[in-house]
Protein backbone atom coordinates (compact mmCIF):
# COMPACT_ATOMS: atom_id res chain seq x y z
CA UNK A 1 0.00 0.00 0.00
CA UNK A 2 2.79 2.55 0.38
CA UNK A 3 4.52 1.58 -2.63
CA UNK A 4 1.10 2.28 -4.26
CA UNK A 5 0.61 6.08 -2.55
CA UNK A 6 4.35 6.60 -3.39
CA UNK A 7 3.40 6.18 -6.89
CA UNK A 8 0.78 8.07 -6.99
CA UNK A 9 2.09 10.87 -5.52
CA UNK A 10 4.44 10.61 -8.12
CA UNK A 11 2.39 10.62 -11.17
CA UNK A 12 0.16 13.46 -9.78
CA UNK A 13 3.20 15.58 -8.90
CA UNK A 14 4.71 14.82 -12.47
CA UNK A 15 1.52 15.08 -14.07
CA UNK A 16 0.73 18.44 -12.70
CA UNK A 17 4.71 19.87 -13.49
CA UNK A 18 4.00 18.85 -17.12
CA UNK A 19 0.27 20.17 -17.78
CA UNK A 20 1.47 23.52 -16.00
CA UNK A 21 4.88 23.70 -18.21
CA UNK A 22 2.88 22.99 -21.62
CA UNK A 23 0.22 25.71 -20.42
CA UNK A 24 3.32 27.97 -19.75
CA UNK A 25 4.69 27.84 -23.15
CA UNK A 26 1.34 27.90 -24.43
CA UNK A 27 0.38 31.05 -22.76
CA UNK A 28 3.35 32.74 -23.80
CA UNK A 29 3.28 31.92 -27.47
CA UNK A 30 2.60 34.67 -30.15
CA UNK A 31 2.78 31.74 -32.85
CA UNK A 32 4.66 28.41 -34.30
CA UNK A 33 3.68 24.34 -32.95
CA UNK A 34 2.83 25.03 -29.19
CA UNK A 35 -0.24 27.11 -30.40
CA UNK A 36 -1.52 23.73 -31.67
CA UNK A 37 -1.03 22.10 -28.46
CA UNK A 38 -3.90 19.58 -27.85
CA UNK A 39 -5.34 22.08 -25.06
CA UNK A 40 -8.47 19.09 -24.12
CA UNK A 41 -5.69 16.39 -23.55
CA UNK A 42 -3.61 19.14 -21.48
CA UNK A 43 -6.40 19.97 -18.99
CA UNK A 44 -9.18 17.32 -19.20
CA UNK A 45 -6.68 14.24 -18.73
CA UNK A 46 -4.74 15.21 -15.82
CA UNK A 47 -8.11 16.59 -13.69
CA UNK A 48 -9.46 13.05 -14.90
CA UNK A 49 -6.44 11.61 -13.53
CA UNK A 50 -6.58 13.22 -9.94
CA UNK A 51 -10.73 13.14 -9.60
CA UNK A 52 -10.18 9.02 -10.32
CA UNK A 53 -6.73 8.44 -8.37
CA UNK A 54 -8.59 6.90 -6.12
CA UNK A 55 -8.96 3.96 -8.21
CA UNK A 56 -5.82 3.21 -8.43
CA UNK A 57 -5.21 0.35 -10.96
CA UNK A 58 -5.50 -1.38 -13.78
CA UNK A 59 -9.30 0.27 -14.74
CA UNK A 60 -8.05 3.33 -14.07
CA UNK A 61 -5.10 2.84 -16.32
CA UNK A 62 -7.29 1.97 -19.37
CA UNK A 63 -10.32 4.47 -18.99
CA UNK A 64 -7.60 7.19 -18.93
CA UNK A 65 -6.48 5.35 -22.12
CA UNK A 66 -9.57 5.55 -23.62
CA UNK A 67 -10.53 8.98 -22.65
CA UNK A 68 -6.89 9.88 -24.21
CA UNK A 69 -7.74 7.96 -26.90
CA UNK A 70 -10.98 9.86 -27.24
CA UNK A 71 -9.85 13.20 -26.78
CA UNK A 72 -7.03 12.86 -29.31
CA UNK A 73 -9.52 11.61 -32.47
CA UNK A 74 -11.32 14.83 -31.51
CA UNK A 75 -7.73 17.11 -31.75
CA UNK A 76 -6.95 15.88 -34.83
CA UNK A 77 -9.80 16.26 -36.07
CA UNK A 78 -10.02 19.71 -35.27
CA UNK A 79 -6.34 20.07 -35.81
CA UNK A 80 -6.98 18.88 -39.50
CA UNK A 81 -9.74 21.92 -39.87
CA UNK A 82 -8.51 24.54 -38.41
CA UNK A 83 -4.92 24.85 -39.63
CA UNK A 84 -5.24 23.93 -43.52
CA UNK A 85 -2.11 25.17 -44.65
CA UNK A 86 1.39 25.10 -44.00
CA UNK A 87 2.06 28.12 -42.56
CA UNK A 88 2.93 29.23 -39.04
CA UNK A 89 0.31 28.01 -36.48
CA UNK A 90 -1.76 31.08 -34.67
CA UNK A 91 -4.07 31.73 -31.67
CA UNK A 92 -7.91 31.57 -32.65
CA UNK A 93 -9.83 32.98 -29.81
CA UNK A 94 -12.47 29.97 -30.88
CA UNK A 95 -9.82 27.53 -29.61
CA UNK A 96 -10.98 28.49 -25.63
CA UNK A 97 -14.89 28.09 -26.37
CA UNK A 98 -14.14 24.44 -28.22
CA UNK A 99 -11.83 23.65 -24.82
CA UNK A 100 -14.88 24.57 -22.97
CA UNK A 101 -17.15 22.59 -24.79
CA UNK A 102 -15.22 19.47 -24.19
CA UNK A 103 -14.06 19.75 -20.65
CA UNK A 104 -17.52 20.60 -19.42
CA UNK A 105 -18.72 17.31 -21.64
CA UNK A 106 -15.85 15.44 -19.52
CA UNK A 107 -16.54 16.85 -16.13
CA UNK A 108 -20.18 15.67 -16.58
CA UNK A 109 -19.40 12.30 -17.90
CA UNK A 110 -16.35 11.61 -15.27
CA UNK A 111 -18.42 10.50 -12.59
CA UNK A 112 -20.32 7.59 -14.90
CA UNK A 113 -16.46 6.08 -15.40
CA UNK A 114 -15.68 6.72 -11.44
CA UNK A 115 -18.71 4.40 -10.58
CA UNK A 116 -17.89 2.02 -13.45
CA UNK A 117 -14.54 1.62 -12.17
CA UNK A 118 -15.23 1.09 -8.53
CA UNK A 119 -18.01 -1.16 -9.47
CA UNK A 120 -17.22 -2.84 -12.75
CA UNK A 121 -20.84 -2.65 -13.55
CA UNK A 122 -22.51 0.39 -15.89
CA UNK A 123 -25.81 -0.84 -13.96
CA UNK A 124 -25.07 1.86 -10.93
CA UNK A 125 -27.65 3.71 -8.96
CA UNK A 126 -28.50 7.31 -9.72
CA UNK A 127 -27.87 8.28 -6.59
CA UNK A 128 -24.78 6.79 -6.60
CA UNK A 129 -23.33 9.01 -9.90
CA UNK A 130 -25.08 11.81 -8.26
CA UNK A 131 -23.01 12.09 -5.15
CA UNK A 132 -19.78 11.17 -6.82
CA UNK A 133 -20.46 14.30 -9.24
CA UNK A 134 -20.87 16.51 -6.20
CA UNK A 135 -17.89 15.15 -4.56
CA UNK A 136 -15.65 16.43 -7.49
CA UNK A 137 -17.62 20.04 -7.53
CA UNK A 138 -16.34 20.26 -4.15
CA UNK A 139 -12.62 18.54 -5.04
CA UNK A 140 -12.27 21.26 -7.66
CA UNK A 141 -14.00 24.07 -5.57
CA UNK A 142 -11.41 23.37 -2.42
CA UNK A 143 -8.77 23.19 -4.60
CA UNK A 144 -9.51 26.61 -6.13
CA UNK A 145 -9.68 27.81 -2.44
CA UNK A 146 -6.20 26.49 -1.64
CA UNK A 147 -4.85 27.59 -4.76
CA UNK A 148 -6.03 31.20 -3.98
CA UNK A 149 -4.78 31.22 -0.50
CA UNK A 150 -1.65 29.82 -1.54
CA UNK A 151 -0.85 33.07 -3.98
CA UNK A 152 -2.19 35.35 -1.66
CA UNK A 153 0.40 34.18 0.47
CA UNK A 154 3.20 34.16 -1.85
CA UNK A 155 2.08 37.75 -3.06
CA UNK A 156 2.43 38.77 0.35
CA UNK A 157 6.15 37.31 0.36
CA UNK A 158 6.95 38.61 -2.91
CA UNK A 159 6.17 42.36 -1.57
CA UNK A 160 8.68 41.68 1.72
CA UNK A 161 11.43 40.60 -0.58
CA UNK A 162 10.71 43.57 -2.82
CA UNK A 163 11.73 45.50 0.69
CA UNK A 164 14.52 43.60 1.50
CA UNK A 165 15.79 44.55 -2.06
CA UNK A 166 15.23 40.62 -2.86
CA UNK A 167 13.58 41.48 -5.71
CA UNK A 168 14.39 38.52 -8.17
CA UNK A 169 12.82 36.25 -6.08
CA UNK A 170 8.96 37.56 -6.71
CA UNK A 171 10.55 38.01 -10.52
CA UNK A 172 10.82 33.99 -10.50
CA UNK A 173 7.59 32.66 -8.73
CA UNK A 174 5.42 35.21 -11.12
CA UNK A 175 7.08 33.86 -14.44
CA UNK A 176 4.60 32.06 -16.31
CA UNK A 177 6.95 28.89 -16.09
CA UNK A 178 6.98 28.87 -12.93
CA UNK A 179 3.58 30.31 -11.85
CA UNK A 180 1.78 27.80 -14.03
CA UNK A 181 3.39 24.44 -12.33
CA UNK A 182 3.33 26.09 -9.07
CA UNK A 183 -0.57 26.40 -10.07
CA UNK A 184 -1.18 22.98 -11.11
CA UNK A 185 0.90 21.56 -8.49
CA UNK A 186 -1.23 23.16 -5.46
CA UNK A 187 -4.23 22.01 -6.96
CA UNK A 188 -3.53 18.39 -7.94
CA UNK A 189 -1.88 18.04 -4.45
CA UNK A 190 -4.84 19.70 -3.06
CA UNK A 191 -7.12 17.14 -4.87
CA UNK A 192 -4.69 14.67 -3.96
CA UNK A 193 -4.90 15.53 -0.13
CA UNK A 194 -8.72 15.76 0.29
CA UNK A 195 -9.52 12.36 -0.88
CA UNK A 196 -7.94 10.68 1.79
CA UNK A 197 -9.97 13.01 4.48
CA UNK A 198 -13.59 11.98 4.79
CA UNK A 199 -14.32 15.16 5.81
CA UNK A 200 -15.20 16.46 2.20
CA UNK A 201 -18.38 14.61 2.25
CA UNK A 202 -19.57 16.64 4.96
CA UNK A 203 -18.33 20.12 4.01
CA UNK A 204 -20.36 19.03 1.02
CA UNK A 205 -23.43 18.00 1.92
CA UNK A 206 -23.08 20.86 4.40
CA UNK A 207 -22.78 23.76 1.29
CA UNK A 208 -25.60 21.78 -0.73
CA UNK A 209 -27.82 22.33 2.23
CA UNK A 210 -26.70 26.07 1.82
CA UNK A 211 -27.52 26.41 -1.82
CA UNK A 212 -31.21 24.62 -1.12
CA UNK A 213 -32.16 27.41 0.82
CA UNK A 214 -30.94 30.10 -1.62
CA UNK A 215 -33.66 28.43 -4.51
CA UNK A 216 -36.74 29.92 -2.76
CA UNK A 217 -35.77 33.80 -3.05
CA UNK A 218 -34.13 33.00 -5.93
CA UNK A 219 -37.05 31.79 -7.90
CA UNK A 220 -38.83 34.33 -6.20
CA UNK A 221 -36.57 36.91 -8.02
CA UNK A 222 -37.22 34.79 -11.49
CA UNK A 223 -40.73 34.72 -11.54
CA UNK A 224 -41.00 38.07 -10.89
CA UNK A 225 -38.54 39.10 -13.86
CA UNK A 226 -40.54 36.87 -16.39
CA UNK A 227 -43.66 38.36 -15.08
CA UNK A 228 -43.15 41.65 -15.86
CA UNK A 229 -41.39 41.38 -18.98
CA UNK A 230 -44.68 41.74 -20.91
CA UNK A 231 -45.61 45.25 -18.95
CA UNK A 232 -41.94 46.13 -19.69
CA UNK A 233 -41.27 44.86 -23.16
CA UNK A 234 -38.43 42.77 -24.44
CA UNK A 235 -36.46 46.30 -25.38
CA UNK A 236 -34.69 47.19 -22.03
CA UNK A 237 -33.46 43.71 -22.07
CA UNK A 238 -31.62 44.21 -25.86
CA UNK A 239 -30.33 47.37 -25.38
CA UNK A 240 -28.17 45.36 -22.55
CA UNK A 241 -26.49 43.78 -25.08
CA UNK A 242 -25.91 40.71 -22.81
CA UNK A 243 -29.17 39.74 -22.79
CA UNK A 244 -28.24 36.07 -24.02
CA UNK A 245 -25.70 35.84 -21.19
CA UNK A 246 -27.83 36.49 -18.64
CA UNK A 247 -30.35 34.89 -19.35
CA UNK A 248 -27.98 31.29 -19.29
CA UNK A 249 -26.77 32.32 -16.34
CA UNK A 250 -30.28 32.21 -14.98
CA UNK A 251 -30.45 28.78 -16.34
CA UNK A 252 -27.70 27.38 -15.07
CA UNK A 253 -27.71 29.05 -11.75
CA UNK A 254 -31.71 27.37 -11.13
CA UNK A 255 -30.57 24.09 -12.82
CA UNK A 256 -27.33 24.33 -10.24
CA UNK A 257 -29.86 25.19 -7.27
CA UNK A 258 -32.39 22.53 -8.10
CA UNK A 259 -30.23 19.66 -7.75
CA UNK A 260 -28.43 20.84 -4.91
CA UNK A 261 -32.01 21.18 -3.05
CA UNK A 262 -33.42 17.73 -4.01
CA UNK A 263 -29.95 15.81 -4.90
CA UNK A 264 -30.85 12.69 -6.38
CA UNK A 265 -34.37 12.98 -6.14
CA UNK A 266 -35.45 11.53 -2.81
CA UNK A 267 -34.96 14.72 -0.50
CA UNK A 268 -37.54 16.63 0.70
CA UNK A 269 -35.56 20.40 1.29
CA UNK A 270 -38.61 22.40 1.89
CA UNK A 271 -41.42 21.35 4.51
CA UNK A 272 -43.77 24.41 3.67
CA UNK A 273 -45.68 23.42 0.65
CA UNK A 274 -45.55 27.10 -0.31
CA UNK A 275 -42.29 27.12 0.22
CA UNK A 276 -41.67 24.21 -2.32
CA UNK A 277 -43.98 25.38 -4.78
CA UNK A 278 -42.31 28.59 -5.04
CA UNK A 279 -38.89 26.98 -5.52
CA UNK A 280 -41.05 24.57 -8.40
CA UNK A 281 -41.99 27.79 -10.63
CA UNK A 282 -38.44 28.91 -11.16
CA UNK A 283 -38.19 25.34 -13.38
CA UNK A 284 -41.31 26.55 -15.42
CA UNK A 285 -39.39 29.65 -16.03
CA UNK A 286 -36.58 27.93 -17.60
CA UNK A 287 -38.38 27.08 -21.21
CA UNK A 288 -39.03 31.22 -21.19
CA UNK A 289 -35.54 31.80 -21.01
CA UNK A 290 -34.61 29.32 -23.58
CA UNK A 291 -37.33 30.72 -25.85
CA UNK A 292 -35.79 34.12 -25.44
CA UNK A 293 -32.48 33.33 -26.19
CA UNK A 294 -32.97 31.29 -28.97
CA UNK A 295 -35.09 34.39 -30.15
CA UNK A 296 -32.27 36.86 -29.46
CA UNK A 297 -29.84 34.84 -31.21
CA UNK A 298 -31.87 34.85 -34.49
CA UNK A 299 -32.26 38.17 -34.67
CA UNK A 300 -28.25 38.18 -34.86
CA UNK A 301 -28.16 35.26 -37.30
CA UNK A 302 -30.94 37.01 -40.03
CA UNK A 303 -28.56 40.33 -39.73
CA UNK A 304 -25.61 38.84 -39.54
CA UNK A 305 -25.68 34.96 -40.36
CA UNK A 306 -23.99 32.02 -38.71
CA UNK A 307 -20.49 32.75 -37.05
CA UNK A 308 -18.22 30.15 -35.18
CA UNK A 309 -18.85 32.51 -31.84
CA UNK A 310 -22.70 32.41 -32.62
CA UNK A 311 -22.93 28.62 -33.51
CA UNK A 312 -21.00 27.90 -29.56
CA UNK A 313 -23.77 30.50 -28.10
CA UNK A 314 -25.95 27.91 -29.66
CA UNK A 315 -24.68 24.71 -28.06
CA UNK A 316 -25.13 26.18 -24.54
CA UNK A 317 -28.79 27.22 -25.29
CA UNK A 318 -29.99 24.04 -26.66
CA UNK A 319 -27.76 22.35 -23.77
CA UNK A 320 -29.72 24.43 -20.98
CA UNK A 321 -32.83 24.21 -23.16
CA UNK A 322 -32.87 20.61 -22.87
CA UNK A 323 -31.85 20.66 -18.86
CA UNK A 324 -35.00 23.54 -18.86
CA UNK A 325 -37.47 21.95 -20.65
CA UNK A 326 -37.09 18.43 -18.95
CA UNK A 327 -37.33 19.63 -15.51
CA UNK A 328 -40.39 22.13 -16.35
CA UNK A 329 -41.83 19.56 -18.25
CA UNK A 330 -41.80 16.93 -15.20
CA UNK A 331 -42.80 19.48 -12.50
CA UNK A 332 -46.20 19.63 -14.70
CA UNK A 333 -46.00 16.18 -14.99
CA UNK A 334 -45.84 15.96 -11.23
CA UNK A 335 -43.58 13.62 -11.48
CA UNK A 336 -41.14 15.81 -9.88
CA UNK A 337 -38.40 15.08 -8.43
CA UNK A 338 -38.43 11.09 -8.76
CA UNK A 339 -37.53 11.64 -12.33
CA UNK A 340 -34.94 14.06 -11.89
CA UNK A 341 -32.35 11.53 -12.01
CA UNK A 342 -33.86 10.43 -15.72
CA UNK A 343 -33.71 13.72 -17.17
CA UNK A 344 -30.29 14.88 -15.72
CA UNK A 345 -28.78 11.21 -17.09
CA UNK A 346 -30.77 11.93 -20.97
CA UNK A 347 -29.71 15.58 -20.62
CA UNK A 348 -25.93 14.49 -20.14
CA UNK A 349 -25.69 11.63 -22.83
CA UNK A 350 -27.53 14.50 -26.00
CA UNK A 351 -24.65 16.89 -24.54
CA UNK A 352 -21.80 14.05 -25.15
CA UNK A 353 -23.53 13.53 -28.93
CA UNK A 354 -23.92 17.59 -29.92
CA UNK A 355 -20.14 17.76 -28.86
CA UNK A 356 -19.11 14.43 -30.79
CA UNK A 357 -21.22 16.13 -33.69
CA UNK A 358 -19.18 19.51 -32.98
CA UNK A 359 -16.02 17.52 -33.37
CA UNK A 360 -17.05 16.06 -36.39
CA UNK A 361 -17.84 17.38 -39.91
CA UNK A 362 -21.41 16.89 -39.08
CA UNK A 363 -21.88 20.16 -37.16
CA UNK A 364 -18.50 21.38 -37.12
CA UNK A 365 -19.15 24.96 -36.11
CA UNK A 366 -16.30 26.18 -38.96
CA UNK A 367 -17.84 24.53 -41.63
CA UNK A 368 -21.52 25.44 -41.29
CA UNK A 369 -20.29 29.14 -40.65
CA UNK A 370 -18.19 28.94 -43.58
CA UNK A 371 -21.19 27.59 -46.17
CA UNK A 372 -23.76 29.77 -44.25
CA UNK A 373 -21.40 32.85 -44.66
CA UNK A 374 -21.23 32.13 -48.66
CA UNK A 375 -24.78 31.28 -48.96
CA UNK A 376 -25.43 34.82 -47.88
CA UNK A 377 -23.02 36.47 -50.13
CA UNK A 378 -23.83 33.92 -53.22
CA UNK A 379 -27.95 34.68 -52.44
CA UNK A 380 -27.35 38.70 -52.41
CA UNK A 381 -28.26 39.34 -48.53
CA UNK A 382 -24.89 41.21 -48.12
CA UNK A 383 -22.75 42.75 -51.34
CA UNK A 384 -19.20 41.72 -51.94
CA UNK A 385 -18.30 45.37 -50.21
CA UNK A 386 -19.70 44.61 -47.18
CA UNK A 387 -18.25 41.02 -47.05
CA UNK A 388 -15.42 39.66 -44.82
CA UNK A 389 -13.07 37.75 -46.86
CA UNK A 390 -10.63 37.83 -44.11
CA UNK A 391 -13.16 36.11 -41.55
CA UNK A 392 -13.50 33.40 -43.80
CA UNK A 393 -9.69 32.84 -45.19
CA UNK A 394 -8.27 33.16 -41.32
CA UNK A 395 -10.92 32.22 -38.74
CA UNK A 396 -12.50 28.92 -40.61
CA UNK A 397 -9.41 27.15 -41.13
CA UNK A 398 -9.77 25.02 -44.02
CA UNK A 399 -13.25 25.26 -44.58
CA UNK A 400 -13.08 29.25 -44.84
CA UNK A 401 -10.49 28.45 -47.28
CA UNK A 402 -12.60 25.60 -49.55
CA UNK A 403 -15.49 28.82 -49.56
CA UNK A 404 -12.63 31.03 -51.13
CA UNK A 405 -11.82 28.74 -53.68
CA UNK A 406 -15.66 28.19 -54.55
CA UNK A 407 -16.00 31.78 -54.56
CA UNK A 408 -13.20 32.02 -57.19
CA UNK A 409 -14.52 30.15 -59.46
CA UNK A 410 -17.49 32.52 -59.77
CA UNK A 411 -16.31 34.66 -62.12
CA UNK A 412 -19.78 35.00 -64.05
CA UNK A 413 -22.09 35.77 -61.10
CA UNK A 414 -23.74 39.73 -61.33
CA UNK A 415 -21.21 41.34 -58.88
CA UNK A 416 -18.14 38.89 -60.18
CA UNK A 417 -15.70 41.91 -61.04
CA UNK A 418 -16.34 43.25 -57.16
CA UNK A 419 -15.79 39.89 -56.06
CA UNK A 420 -12.87 39.22 -57.75
CA UNK A 421 -11.41 43.00 -56.34
CA UNK A 422 -12.03 41.98 -53.11
CA UNK A 423 -11.09 38.18 -53.15
CA UNK A 424 -7.68 39.17 -54.62
CA UNK A 425 -7.38 41.94 -51.70
CA UNK A 426 -8.03 39.48 -49.11
CA UNK A 427 -5.78 36.67 -50.68
CA UNK A 428 -2.89 39.15 -50.35
CA UNK A 429 -2.70 39.86 -47.30
CA UNK A 430 0.35 38.89 -44.86
CA UNK A 431 -0.91 35.37 -42.41
CA UNK A 432 1.93 36.94 -40.06
CA UNK A 433 0.48 40.02 -40.40
CA UNK A 434 -2.99 39.98 -39.66
CA UNK A 435 -2.59 37.65 -36.71
CA UNK A 436 0.26 39.60 -35.18
CA UNK A 437 -0.43 40.08 -31.71
CA UNK A 438 -3.84 38.42 -32.04
CA UNK A 439 -4.25 37.48 -28.34
CA UNK A 440 -5.84 41.37 -28.21
CA UNK A 441 -2.63 43.05 -27.14
CA UNK A 442 -1.92 44.98 -30.47
CA UNK A 443 -5.29 46.21 -32.71
CA UNK A 444 -4.95 46.09 -36.58
CA UNK A 445 -3.57 48.17 -37.87
CA UNK A 446 -6.87 49.76 -39.51
CA UNK A 447 -8.04 50.30 -36.11
CA UNK A 448 -5.00 51.84 -35.09
CA UNK A 449 -5.04 54.39 -37.58
CA UNK A 450 -8.86 55.30 -36.45
CA UNK A 451 -7.73 55.83 -32.83
CA UNK A 452 -5.03 58.14 -34.20
CA UNK A 453 -7.13 60.38 -36.20
CA UNK A 454 -10.03 60.73 -33.89
CA UNK A 455 -7.33 61.72 -30.85
CA UNK A 456 -7.68 65.14 -29.52
CA UNK A 457 -5.42 67.67 -30.82
CA UNK A 458 -4.26 70.94 -28.84
CA UNK A 459 -3.70 74.14 -30.04
CA UNK A 460 -7.09 73.98 -30.89
CA UNK A 461 -7.34 74.30 -35.01
CA UNK A 462 -4.37 71.94 -35.48
CA UNK A 463 -4.34 68.65 -36.87
CA UNK A 464 -2.11 65.31 -37.58
CA UNK A 465 -1.11 64.70 -41.21
CA UNK A 466 -2.33 61.83 -42.47
CA UNK A 467 1.64 60.71 -43.02
CA UNK A 468 2.19 61.48 -38.98
CA UNK A 469 -0.89 58.68 -38.34
CA UNK A 470 0.77 56.49 -40.94
CA UNK A 471 4.06 56.47 -39.24
CA UNK A 472 2.52 56.52 -35.46
CA UNK A 473 -0.04 53.63 -36.31
CA UNK A 474 3.25 51.50 -37.58
CA UNK A 475 5.43 52.67 -33.91
CA UNK A 476 2.42 51.25 -32.39
CA UNK A 477 3.59 47.61 -33.29
CA UNK A 478 7.29 48.25 -31.74
CA UNK A 479 7.17 47.63 -27.69
CA UNK A 480 10.05 50.43 -27.19
CA UNK A 481 8.47 53.20 -29.02
CA UNK A 482 4.60 53.10 -28.83
CA UNK A 483 3.29 51.55 -25.15
CA UNK A 484 0.22 52.00 -25.59
CA UNK A 485 -1.65 48.18 -25.99
CA UNK A 486 -4.24 48.90 -23.83
CA UNK A 487 -5.69 51.51 -25.66
CA UNK A 488 -8.79 51.36 -27.42
CA UNK A 489 -10.28 54.44 -28.51
CA UNK A 490 -9.56 58.17 -29.60
CA UNK A 491 -10.83 59.38 -26.15
CA UNK A 492 -7.66 58.03 -24.15
CA UNK A 493 -5.47 60.15 -25.87
CA UNK A 494 -4.67 63.20 -27.13
CA UNK A 495 -1.42 65.16 -29.02
CA UNK A 496 -0.34 68.60 -28.12
CA UNK A 497 2.09 70.37 -30.43
CA UNK A 498 4.83 72.17 -28.14
CA UNK A 499 8.33 73.34 -28.16
CA UNK A 500 9.44 71.02 -25.58
CA UNK A 501 13.50 70.65 -26.65
CA UNK A 502 15.83 73.84 -25.88
CA UNK A 503 18.10 74.96 -28.56
CA UNK A 504 20.45 76.87 -27.08
CA UNK A 505 21.08 80.74 -26.03
CA UNK A 506 22.49 81.43 -29.22
CA UNK A 507 19.50 79.76 -31.38
CA UNK A 508 16.85 82.45 -32.65
CA UNK A 509 13.32 81.82 -31.59
CA UNK A 510 12.03 81.45 -35.00
CA UNK A 511 14.26 78.33 -35.44
CA UNK A 512 13.48 76.64 -32.98
CA UNK A 513 11.13 73.20 -33.38
CA UNK A 514 7.94 71.96 -32.38
CA UNK A 515 7.58 68.60 -30.79
CA UNK A 516 4.67 66.27 -30.99
CA UNK A 517 3.37 65.53 -26.71
CA UNK A 518 1.19 62.11 -26.58
CA UNK A 519 -0.68 61.56 -23.43
CA UNK A 520 -2.00 58.05 -23.05
CA UNK A 521 -3.52 56.81 -19.72
CA UNK A 522 -0.15 56.39 -17.38
CA UNK A 523 2.38 57.62 -19.71
CA UNK A 524 3.52 60.16 -22.43
CA UNK A 525 5.89 60.45 -25.16
CA UNK A 526 7.95 62.96 -26.92
CA UNK A 527 8.23 62.97 -30.98
CA UNK A 528 10.87 65.11 -32.73
CA UNK A 529 8.58 66.70 -35.65
CA UNK A 530 12.02 67.99 -37.50
CA UNK A 531 11.12 65.72 -40.74
CA UNK A 532 8.18 64.14 -41.66
CA UNK A 533 8.37 60.73 -39.67
CA UNK A 534 7.87 61.72 -36.07
CA UNK A 535 10.90 60.39 -33.86
CA UNK A 536 10.64 59.24 -30.39
CA UNK A 537 12.87 61.34 -28.41
CA UNK A 538 11.71 61.06 -24.78
CA UNK A 539 8.88 59.47 -22.56
CA UNK A 540 7.19 61.68 -19.39
CA UNK A 541 7.70 59.77 -16.30
CA UNK A 542 5.36 60.39 -13.44
CA UNK A 543 2.05 60.61 -14.73
CA UNK A 544 -0.49 57.97 -12.73
CA UNK A 545 -3.27 58.55 -14.90
CA UNK A 546 -4.66 60.33 -18.29
CA UNK A 547 -4.27 64.21 -16.69
CA UNK A 548 -6.57 66.53 -17.26
CA UNK A 549 -5.22 68.97 -20.15
CA UNK A 550 -5.28 72.93 -18.79
CA UNK A 551 -1.87 74.89 -19.31
CA UNK A 552 0.81 72.98 -20.71
CA UNK A 553 4.60 75.03 -19.74
CA UNK A 554 7.57 74.09 -20.59
CA UNK A 555 10.46 74.79 -17.70
CA UNK A 556 14.14 74.43 -18.26
CA UNK A 557 16.77 73.08 -18.30
CA UNK A 558 17.61 72.35 -21.83
CA UNK A 559 15.49 68.90 -22.11
CA UNK A 560 12.70 71.15 -20.35
CA UNK A 561 9.99 69.39 -18.15
CA UNK A 562 6.37 70.23 -18.11
CA UNK A 563 3.46 71.72 -15.75
CA UNK A 564 0.45 70.16 -15.90
CA UNK A 565 -1.81 72.10 -13.67
CA UNK A 566 0.98 73.00 -11.48
CA UNK A 567 2.39 69.67 -11.55
CA UNK A 568 5.92 69.21 -12.48
CA UNK A 569 7.11 65.79 -14.68
CA UNK A 570 10.66 64.74 -16.32
CA UNK A 571 10.80 64.17 -19.91
CA UNK A 572 13.64 61.34 -20.15
CA UNK A 573 15.35 60.99 -22.90
CA UNK A 574 15.11 57.77 -25.38
CA UNK A 575 17.50 55.57 -26.42
CA UNK A 576 19.04 56.42 -29.38
CA UNK A 577 18.42 54.25 -32.11
Known sequence: MYGIERKRYFWVSVSALLQGLLLAEYANAGSGLFLALPLTLVVALPFSFWFAQEHWGRRLRRFLAALAGSLA??????????????????????????????????????????????????????????????RNVFLLFQAAIVTAVFWALLFTASLLFDIIGLDFIPQVL??????????????????????????????????????????????????????????????PLWDTGQASSLMLLLQFATILLANAAWLDGTRAPFPNRIVSGIAKLSLLCLPVYTALCLYSLGIRIQQYGWSVDRIQAAFFVVVAGVWGIGYAGIVLSR?????????????????????????????????????????????????????????????????????????????????????????????????????????????????RREILASARVYPEGRFLPPQVVSDLARQWTQDASFPFFGVRSGSELFFVFKRVVSQGDGQEEKDKKEELLLFGPGSGLVFDMSSLEPRLVGTI?????????????????????????????????????
Open 335 to 447: QWPAMLGRVNVAAALILAVITTAMNSPILDPYRLSADNQVERLLEGQIHPENFDFLYLRFNLGRYGNYALARLGERGDAPEGKVLREQLTTALSVSVHDHWLNTRGILLSEKR
Open 541 to 577: HGLSALPFLGNVETVEPRFKDLLLNGERYPIVPANPR
Open 174 to 235: FNPYAAFPLTSLTVALSITLALKRPGIDSLGRWILAILAWLLPPFSLLSVVFVASLPFSGLR
Open 73 to 134: VFYAYWLWSVFPTSAEFYYLPTQNMVLTRVCVAVFLFLPFFQCRIASWSWRVPYSEVFFQFC
